[in-house]
């Protein structure tokens, strides 16, 4: 693979196998790595993610997607079953700088429904098939500028802007999961996971409507926790003055439960809508991610293993698949 950055490729593991035993054991022990902790990794916001996956010879942007869609899992397997399997099919030695690149491949094209579904316009389809070129450029190793991503970002974003979000419909949403993705992922990694997050807010925003609550019920639950808050601080008394950090946090703790205990047991039918939909959303983001180790781990199992896969293009002209 060609140098994209002018930094030398990164070998799995650096052609080390001790290096990938070492990393299967300690996850084995449960040791919180970036790659498995959700907690310890905040996209590239995290200069230690960076620093660990230098030295364990793993490219960064793979370590924060590998920690971003198994992090939901880590809570019930503490091991980490998702970055375990992953680290365990890669071949020490192996170059797998291509697989974030070809995951944004897969979202756009290849996905159950995939991004290029919601496009219903040949301007979409045009701009969001554009980024998904320059990102199978950049997995088959082509150096490309930091001005074609640019320009592709900023068309993406001009498109995924709405005046107001309820006019936001399902292919300006799918322009800006493209436009944070618009990103060279060896230079800014973090990119890679913001695809995924943009793509999960898509996701909910479709639940969401799919429910029927909008704008409007944004305001009206407002209303009704800014009431049951001043009905709150009533019971509680006003947050204590003269500074002292332990006593407002005791205050604040007080002033949540009380709050949530008249949300709970208001007559308004509004907060049990919202922790209904909230469970929703949760169970549509984790499908999401689940689709997303899935195919990321198939991706790093070709690469790895010296398969090279790159997918297809898929015409722009192909028949919208739409949810």
């Not at 010879?57 to 992090?71: C, D, N």
């Not at 068309?155 to 005046?163: D, P, S, V, Y």
């Not at 309820?166 to 990103?183: F, G, K, R, Y």
């Not at 429910?211 to 006003?238: N, T, V, Y």
Request: proline share 5%; net charge negative.
């Amino acid at each position: 693979m060609a140098d994209l950055a002018g930094q030398a490729t990164t070998r799995a593991f650096h052609g080390d196998p001790t290096i990938k035993a070492d990393l299967l054991a300690a996850m084995g022990r449960g040791d919180p790595t970036p790659m498995v902790s959700s907690q310890q990794v905040q996209l590239a916001a995290q200069p230690e993610a960076g620093e660990w996956a230098g030295r364990v010879g793993l490219p960064e942007a793979l370590v924060l997607l590998t920690a971003h869609l198994g992090g939901r899992f880590t809570a019930a397997n503490p091991g980490g079953a998702f970055a375990r399997d992953l680290v365990s099919v890669i071949e020490p030695g192996a170059s797998i700088e291509a697989a974030a690149h070809e995951l944004t491949i897969w979202a756009w094209e290849a996905a159950p429904k995939p991004l290029l579904g919601m496009m219903t316009s040949e301007q979409f389809l045009s701009a969001g098939g554009e980024v998904a070129a320059l990102h199978r450029r950049a997995a088959e190793g082509e150096d490309v500028t930091r001005g074609e991503w640019r320009t592709a970002r900023a068309t993406l974003g001009r498109l995924g802007r709405a005046e107001d979000d309820e006019d936001s419909d399902d292919q300006c949403l799918a322009a800006t999961v493209m436009a944070a993705c618009a990103w060279d992922y060896r230079t800014t990694p973090g990119a890679a996971v913001d695809m995924y997050s943009a793509w999960e807010g898509l996701v909910a925003e479709g639940v969401r409507r799919a429910d029927g609550w909008g704008k409007a019920e944004d305001e009206r639950l407002q209303r009704l926790i800014q009431e049951k808050r001043a009905l709150a601080l009533q019971q509680i008394g006003p947050e204590p003055v003269g500074g002292d950090p332990d006593a407002a946090t005791a205050h604040s703790r007080r002033l949540v439960g009380a709050l949530l205990e008249l949300l709970n047991t208001s007559d308004d039918p509004m907060p049990g809508r919202k922790a209904a939909l909230n469970e929703q959303i949760g169970e549509a983001r984790t499908a999401l991610r689940k689709q997303g180790c899935a195919a990321l781990l198939g991706l790093v199992r070709t690469l790895a293993t010296g398969g090279g896969l790159i997918l297809a293009p898929v015409s722009n002209a192909a028949e919208p698949h739409r949810s």
